[in-house]
């Protein structure tokens, strides 16, 4: 069992950077595959990024080259550094965890979720 608590949303304008941080409770957080999922309204919760147990990551097409995931495992803490952030990355950002290795970008293979934190990229 692990709980999620994700920090970091709030508003920024167009072409700003935030970095998000979802920190875990539990003695087992390096044993978990982590997630970034988001949701804007009316859409369906999208794959954003996933880091391996062992720190390899995957980034959604739409956030190459502009979005970093990290973890830290001495602090049970994942980030997702976000930089020249787009109106169109407004959304609910969600941390998830997963013990499969097999977790990818499907969200429904994730067991455990976080409640989400607000982003809003301003024009």
């Known amino acids: 069992q692990v709980q999620l608590i994700e920090s970091g949303g709030g508003l920024v304008q167009a072409g700003g950077s935030l970095r998000l941080s979802c920190a875990a409770s539990?003695?087992?957080?390096?044993?978990?595959?982590m997630g970034w999922f988001r949701q804007a309204p009316g859409k369906e919760r999208a794959f954003v990024a996933r880091?391996?147990?062992?720190?390899?990551?995957y980034l959604g097409d739409s956030v190459k080259g502009r979005f970093t995931i990290s973890r830290d495992n001495a602090k049970n803490t994942v980030y997702l550094q976000m930089n020249n952030l787009k109106p169109e990355d407004t959304a609910v950002y969600y941390c998830?965890?997963?013990?499969?290795?097999?977790?990818?970008?499907?969200?429904?293979?994730?067991?455990?979720w976080g409640q989400g934190t607000q982003v809003t990229v301003s024009s």
């Open positions: 998830a965890a997963d013990l499969s290795v097999a977790a990818g970008s499907n969200p429904r293979v994730y067991d455990y």
């Open positions: 539990g003695r087992t957080f390096s044993s978990y595959v």
């Open positions: 880091i391996s147990r062992g720190g390899n990551t």
